[in-house]
């Protein structure tokens, strides 16, 4: 069975970057599209960004458009997200998730779409 672990996640100021690490094991990922979401105490879990499993094709929530960066590498098992101009707001647990499906043409926002899920990685941004 695939085993997720996020990584990187820690205490930063806000305007900081921050690189998240997602690696996996028991399995091999680069037939799967992959994601990355967040959630605060409270709140659902909110989509943050997708990578398809060639990683040719990425999407994003609007909010971290144009701060945020999804990659993955797939001879290392690995995907990351970089993040860049981060706020207060960011502040959660991130989670990577693997689709439910192989070689899946559209990349999914839906938390449910996704079956495999890490522990999660605490960021807190602080002002």
């Known amino acids: 069975q695939v085993q997720l672990v996020e990584s990187g996640g820690k205490l930063v100021q806000a305007g900081g970057s921050l690189r998240l690490s997602c690696a996996a094991s028991g399995g091999t990922l680069s037939s799967y599209n992959m994601g990355w979401f967040r959630q605060v105490p409270g709140k659902e879990r909110e989509f943050v960004a997708a990578?398809?499993?060639?990683?040719?094709?990425?999407h994003y929530a609007d909010s971290m458009k144009g701060r945020f960066t999804i990659s993955r590498d797939n001879a290392k098992n690995t995907m990351y997200l970089q993040m860049n101009s981060l706020k207060p707001e960011d502040t959660a647990v991130y989670y990577c998730?693997?689709?439910?499906?192989?070689?899946?043409?559209?990349?999914?926002?839906?938390?449910?779409?996704?079956?495999?899920w890490g522990q999660g990685t605490q960021l807190t941004v602080s002002s």
């Open positions: 990578i398809s499993w060639s990683g040719g094709n990425v």
């Open positions: 998730a693997s689709d439910s499906s192989s070689y899946r043409a559209r990349l999914y926002p839906e938390h449910w779409m996704y079956e495999y």
